[in-house]
C-alpha cells in the first residue's frame, strides 16, 4: 500500500460553503415576491400632458381598508367591490361613456388615483381597459400637483 498523503494544513474544502450559498440563493428566490406592481407609491409627475376630462372616460381610485381601493364613476358612484363584477361594471362604464361622445373624440380614459392608493390598484384597473378596449388610444393617470 501506498502511504496516504497528508494534506497542507493551509488547504481548506470550500465545497460545503459553496453548497450553502446556493442554498440561500435559491431559498431567497424562491420565498421572495417577485411583483413590483403590487408595492410602492404612484410616483409624482415633474412634467404632464393636460388631458381635459370632459374628453375622456374618467374613473376614480380612492384607498380602502387594507390594500383595497375604491373604484368610482365620474358622477361618485362606486363600483362593485368584488373584482370579478367591477371589472364587468368598468367596461360597461367605458363602453357608454365613449358612446356619449359621438360629436367629440372621446378615444382615451384618465385613471384619477389618491396619493395614499397602491401601484398594483391603479395598473389593475389599467389592465382591465387595457384588455377589453384595443381601440382605446391611451390611458392617463392622473396625479396631484403641489
Known amino acids: 500500500m501506498l502511504p496516504r498523503k497528508k494534506r497542507d494544513d493551509e488547504e481548506m474544502d470550500i465545497t460545503p460553503m459553496i453548497d450553502i450559498t446556493f442554498l440561500l440563493l435559491i431559498f431567497f428566490v424562491v420565498a421572495s415576491k417577485m411583483d413590483p406592481t403590487q408595492i410602492g407609491s404612484i410616483p409624482e409627475a415633474d412634467n404632464a400632458l393636460a388631458i381635459s376630462a370632459k374628453d375622456s372616460a374618467v374613473i376614480f381610485i380612492k384607498p380602502g381598508a387594507g390594500e383595497d381601493a375604491i373604484v368610482e ?48 390598484q391603479v395598473t389593475r384597473v389599467q389592465k382591465i381597459i387595457g384588455d377589453s378596449f384595443e381601440d382605446i388610444e391611451s390611458t392617463y393617470v392622473a396625479v396631484k400637483e403641489q
Do not use: C, P, W
Open 73 to 120: 364613476r365620474l358622477d361618485g358612484t362606486e363600483f362593485s367591490r368584488d373584482e370579478a363584477t367591477q371589472a364587468s361594471e368598468i367596461v360597461e362604464y367605458v363602453t357608454s361613456e365613449l358612446e356619449k361622445s359621438q360629436g367629440r373624440n372621446k378615444n382615451h380614459v384618465m385613471i384619477m388615483g389618491d396619493k395614499d392608493v397602491k401601484v398594483g
